[in-house]
């Protein structure tokens, strides 16, 4: 029996660009607060829309309280680093070293896993040193988690000796234990993201320890019509009852018609992306819906709304 | 009607269309997408992951390629799996494979004036091909090649992808087989990434930290500015590691001046008055934020703004009142007008009546949708001047036909 998802420690929260990954992590976070679990959530790529799905102002890598048992915060390599640095080697006065800073922005740009490793790391950290129940991470698209997964273990057979290789292994131990750590990949029922998830969720099967906890699809489309009214819907649209409509409420009524059978098609073929989704996922992969919210922007209340139907997936 | 059979009945000769389009010309500007392609040699869409810029790069190319005529090339990231089997592109790799256009012509009658090339970036063939052009001689290139650090940094780097992407585009123009040249940029982070990429690849090699890396590992232990570092990174990475990357750095470094001049090359390309750019975006939130961002990037630079292609956009008649009322009459007076139409519909009242309920409701979905969209192109502020929307198709883009559909949407 697989450990239930927010009874774990640290969930990543991965996805194709644009299918709503901030807001189902959000979401997901502020599901766990309300649940009275201490959460904290992290912004790996520091874009700026966590801030916006929390409406909380502006994040930095010292967390700050959003929602009530709520922290937020945004990765920020550099500085995590200054934490390691201080925390390790006990060298308060290292974080003022300018060149210092510089030189290893360079090494990390060009060498390979260290900003992965740094902003694992630090995330690893919160989770042993029990400063939360839970973390969740914001983390890499779907092009990259599997690099910023993979990145303790890189780092351990490249690099052979040193405190690196230490640290990494402890990591490793909580990265790599299903009851701590998992994998969330979020999906809309489109083709491309389809695609890129069953392709992702082979990949993190395949190149690294950690457990893929689930799928969540969003903006799934309601449907429109149930048994046998679809039928009744293609009848209203022939001449005679069409003439009626139009009497009874106006003109306005074929573009009425005109949007349901848009929305008829888009359910449909969004239907038939959730099946092939279904059909070349493992059977054992825990799927959750979120609804397409129609007229919400990113914001607190989307994100409260995406928290509600989550709450009721996985409750 | 097919769409494709739709576009050819409406596009008409090239003589129509230079005819038409030159009346809507006013003082030499740029009015279509149509004449945007007709005049430049590359165009690169971006913009931020999820929108449609593979699909638009590969609709551009079929439309330049079946009227404009001439040998035009679309350079694809990372392209559905449907899409790629229409544009022949079976396996990856970077081979230049012709798109059978013929197709097209047997089932739409279509004749296409140009031929259409298709390729795919393959970012570790093409850094591989990179290294054997610029080492200094064929050991050097094989030690870079087998240098650990070589597959990690080329592999696993979003840069690099963006560079490698640049790269090509300028290979592939600068081999003059093309007379148009539609590249996608791949997904980054921030859709500015490839921009700067060019610049990063020259400063990479230029700079006085890759000098000091690249100093032998013991000199640059005395050295007194580099200690403080040096203790400190070897206690963190131990001196294995640093070794293996002074060792690659130094290989690296023997490649310096072919790289910084063809980084430059690339660079310029760029900034070229025949390459265009056009910004992909839907009119959700973040990716019209990014759009915008992209937009005035792309002025603050200097580099040509050719057009703004919104994709996925909800159909304008949903804001219209008189839908509206309509859609309110029918969810207050469902029951009355269902017992009316049942019979001319011949259908159970109940259901008619929940029938009409439900399309009230989806109505109601949809325009909300719609409004969002219409308060985000507004928001969109200075938009070039050449915007064209793609309406929301239910179904996926995955043959020719489809492209040229959306192509005739982009030509307009």
Redesign the interface.
Same mark, same amino acid.
């Given at each position: 029996m697989p450990t239930p998802l927010l009874d774990r420690r640290l969930l990543f929260v991965t996805g194709?660009?644009?299918?709503g990954k901030t807001t189902v992590t959000a979401g997901l976070a502020l599901l766990a607060a309300q649940q009275g679990r201490s959460t904290l959530v992290c912004e790996v790529?520091a874009?700026g829309?966590l801030a916006a799905a929390l409406e909380c102002g502006p994040l930095a890598f010292t967390p700050r309280p959003t929602q009530p048992g709520l922290m937020a915060m945004a990765m920020n390599t550099e500085d995590s680093l200054k934490e390691y640095?201080s925390l390790q080697?006990r060298?308060p006065l290292?974080a003022r070293?300018g060149?210092?800073a510089r030189?290893?922005d360079?090494?990390a740009?060009?060498?390979?896993?260290v900003k992965e490793i740094l902003t694992v790391g630090k995330l690893c950290y919160e989770v042993r040193e029990r400063h939360y129940d839970l973390v969740v991470v914001d983390a890499a698209?779907t092009?990259?988690i599997v690099?910023q997964l993979s990145a303790p273990t890189?780092i351990n057979s490249?690099?052979?000796?040193?405190?690196?290789?230490d640290q990494t292994r402890w990591m490793l131990d909580i990265l790599d234990d299903p009851a701590s750590t998992g994998v969330l990949v979020v999906t809309s029922p489109?083709?491309?993201?389809v695609?890129e998830t069953i392709e992702l969720v082979t990949r993190l099967r395949a190149e690294t320890k950690v457990d893929v906890a689930g799928v969540v699809v969003n903006r799934v489309l309601?449907e429109?019509?149930?048994r046998?009214?679809e039928?009744?819907?293609d009848?209203?649209r022939?001449e005679?009852?069409l003439a009626?409509?139009v009497d009874?409420?106006?003109?306005?009524?074929?573009?009425?018609?005109?949007?349901?059978s848009?929305?008829v098609?888009?359910r449909?073929?969004r239907a038939e992306h959730l099946e092939r989704l279904r059909a070349e996922l493992p059977a054992d992969l825990p799927l959750s819906f979120v609804p397409?919210l129609?007229?919400?922007?990113?914001g607190l209340r989307s994100t409260m709304q995406v928290a509600q139907a989550l709450g009721e997936e996985l409750l | 009607m097919s769409p494709a059979r739709r576009e050819a009945s409406t596009s008409g000769s090239s003589t129509e269309q230079v005819v038409a389009s030159a009346t809507t010309l006013s003082a030499g500007r740029i009015g279509t997408i149509d004449q945007l392609l007709s005049a430049k040699e590359i165009a690169i869409t971006c913009g931020? %992951? %999820?929108?449609g810029k593979t699909t638009t790069a590969a609709a551009l190319a079929v439309m330049a390629a079946v009227h404009h005529g001439g040998r035009v090339l679309v350079l694809t990231v990372d392209p559905?799996?449907?899409l790629a089997n229409a544009l022949g592109l079976a396996a990856f790799g970077n081979d230049e494979t012709e798109v059978p256009l013929a197709a097209l012509a047997a089932g739409a009658g279509i004749r296409p004036k140009g031929k259409l090339v298709a390729a795919m970036l393959d970012t570790k063939q093409s850094w591989d091909d990179l290294v054997r052009l610029h080492a200094p001689d064929a050991t050097t290139a094989q030690r870079i090649l087998a240098n =650990?650090?070589y597959d990690?940094?080329t592999g696993?780097?979003?840069?690099s992808h963006d560079y490698i992407a640049m790269e090509r585009l300028y290979e592939l123009h600068s081999s003059g087989r093309y007379d148009l040249v539609v590249v996608d940029t791949p =997904?980054s982070?921030n859709a500015l990434d490839f921009l700067d990429a060019p610049a990063r690849m020259a400063e990479?090699f230029g700079?006085r930290?890759l000098r000091?890396?690249t100093m032998p590992y013991r000199s640059r232990l005395v050295t007194f500015?580099s200690k403080?570092?040096t203790q400190?990174?070897?206690?963190?990475?131990?001196?294995?590691?640093l070794g293996?990357?002074a060792e690659f750095?130094t290989l690296l470094q023997s490649m310096e001046s072919g790289f910084v001049t063809r980084a430059n090359e690339v660079g310029r390309i760029l900034a070229d008055r025949r390459t265009t750019f056009v910004v992909v975006s839907?009119l959700?939130?973040? =990716?019209a934020h990014e759009a915008a961002f992209l937009i005035d990037e792309l002025g603050r630079r200097s580099l040509h703004l050719g057009a703004l292609v919104l994709n996925k956009v909800l159909?304008s008649?949903?804001l219209? =009142?008189?839908?509206?009322?309509?859609?309110a009459?029918?969810d207050e007076?469902a029951e009355i007008?269902a017992a009316?139409?049942a019979p001319?519909?011949?259908?159970d009242p109940a259901?008619?009546g929940?029938?009409l309920v439900?399309?009230?409701r989806?109505?109601h979905?949809?325009?909300?949708?719609a409004?969002?969209e219409a308060e985000q192109r507004l928001e969109l502020g200075a938009i070039p001047e050449v915007t064209v929307s793609v309406p929301?198709l239910?179904?996926?883009v995955h043959d020719l036909n489809g492209l040229l559909a959306i192509g005739s949407r982009l030509w307009q």
């Open positions: 194709k660009g644009g299918v790529d874009k829309t640095l080697l060298l290292l070293i060149p210092l030189t290893f360079f090494v740009d060009a060498a390979p896993g698209s092009g990259h690099g890189a490249l690099v052979q000796v040193g405190m690196v290789r489109e083709e491309m993201p695609n309601p429109l019509f149930g046998g009214e039928a009744v819907f009848r209203l022939a005679g009852p009626a409509l009874a409420v106006g003109p306005g009524v074929g573009q009425v018609l005109d949007a349901a848009l929305a098609d888009l449909r073929t397409e129609f007229g919400r922007q990113v | 931020s %992951g %999820g929108v559905a799996k449907r =650990p650090l990690n940094i696993r780097f979003v840069q =997904p982070r990479f700079s930290l000091w890396l500015a403080p570092f400190v990174a070897d206690r963190i990475l131990g001196s294995q590691f293996d990357i750095f839907t959700e939130a973040s =990716p159909p008649t949903l219209d =009142p008189a839908a509206q009322r309509a859609a009459a029918l007076r007008l009316e139409l001319l519909a011949g259908a259901q008619v929940r029938v439900e399309l009230a989806s109505f979905d949809l325009r909300l949708a409004g969002r929301y239910a179904g996926d």
